[in-house]
């Protein structure tokens, strides 16, 4: 029984050897970090999220369509008056316009980042000081 044994522990070896490694995380290479393709689309679909629950009902907050109400800016525009990434501070400290309808915000900066990821994706062009 001993000569028999040798050779069915090589042969177990070489098919779990030849079987592919299959990485533990859900994430391509084995990585524990997601791509920064699927990050940046969590956090785009987040910052849409926000901005559905919290801005729709006064601004135009997708590529297209006119805002609720007339006086408010549509999101896809805000990049031709503000540098988009620059508007983090001020949703972080809360945002305060001179128009006596928008309420005062303070996002957490969970959905600060959030939030200026999509304003950034959804931008038509145009930056201040372009023209």
């Known amino acids: 029984m001993k000569p028999l044994f040798l050779p ?35 956090l ?5 999220a926000y901005a559905a629950a919290n801005c729709a009902s006064c601004h135009a907050i997708g590529a297209t369509g006119d805002s609720p109400r007339t006086m408010a800016p549509a999101f896809r525009d805000i990049g031709k008056r503000y540098p988009v990434a620059q508007l983090s501070e001020a949703f972080a400290e809360g945002i305060v316009t001179a128009h006596p309808d928008m309420p005062e915000f303070i ?18 062009g145009g930056t201040p000081g372009s023209r």
């Open 107 to 124: 996002l957490t900066s969970d959905d600060n980042r959030a939030l200026i990821a999509y304003l950034e994706s959804i931008q038509v």
């Open 8 to 42: 069915c522990v090589f042969l177990l070896l070489a098919a779990c050897a030849s079987v592919p490694a299959r990485p533990s995380d859900p994430f391509e290479g084995g990585s524990s970090v997601p791509p920064e393709s699927a990050t940046n689309s969590a």
């Open 44 to 48: 785009i679909a987040r910052g849409a």
